[in-house]
């Protein structure tokens, strides 16, 4: 699986509404495509996300069809500074065709995060922080993909 991060300057240097926007513009670049639409339903809820520091260290996270995109929140001094920013244009468009959002949450607010999502759109929906994502596409699965090779270990371990 192809990864694609970037790091996007926030607090205090953007609000967290403008933040946002150049997330939306960075996967969603058709200003009249149903992305658009899903992601700006989605907005006042993933702006509280924001706020709360949720994306300094854990991803946003779109994935499905194509390369992963991980997005990360510069805060702080690193977003003054910025230094580690990056926010150049992707080389396709994450949500061009069948695609989903994970988005981390403080733990204390994933109930509400997860219902308020839910209510918006069923492409976008909330984790953890500091918990993994957990899609069929995941490297780290217990359960090989459908059509993957399967190693047998103990052959492995005897020989």
């Known amino acids: 699986m192809?990864?694609?991060a970037?790091?996007?300057?926030s607090i205090p240097v953007r609000s967290a509404?403008?933040?946002?926007?150049?997330?939306?513009a960075l996967i969603a670049p058709d200003p009249k495509g149903d992305a658009r639409r899903d992601l700006a339903a989605v907005g006042g809820v993933i702006?509280?996300?924001?706020?709360d520091e949720?994306?300094?260290d854990d991803a946003l996270v779109v994935y499905g069809e194509g390369p992963r995109v991980?997005?990360?929140?510069?805060?702080?001094?690193?977003?003054?500074?910025?230094?580690a920013a990056s926010e150049g244009a992707l080389g396709f468009t994450p949500t061009a065709k069948d695609w989903r959002m994970s988005v981390p949450c403080l733990p204390d607010d994933l109930e509400w995060v997860s219902q308020a999502l839910a209510r918006r759109s069923s492409r976008?929906?909330?984790?953890?922080?500091?918990?993994?994502?957990?899609?069929?596409?995941?490297?780290?699965?217990?359960?090989?993909?459908?059509?993957?090779p399967k190693i047998d270990r103990d052959s492995l371990r005897r020989g």
């Open 17 to 24: 509404l403008d933040t946002w926007d150049v997330v939306v």
């Open 124 to 148: 976008v929906s909330a984790r953890a922080v500091g918990t993994e994502l957990d899609t069929d596409e995941h490297a780290d699965s217990a359960e090989p993909r459908r059509g993957a």
């Open 47 to 51: 702006c509280s996300v924001i706020t």
């Open 6 to 9: 970037r790091r996007i300057v």
């Open 2 to 4: 192809t990864v694609v």
């Open 70 to 83: 991980r997005l990360y929140c510069l805060y702080g001094d690193e977003a003054l500074e910025g230094d």
């Open 54 to 56: 949720a994306l300094r």
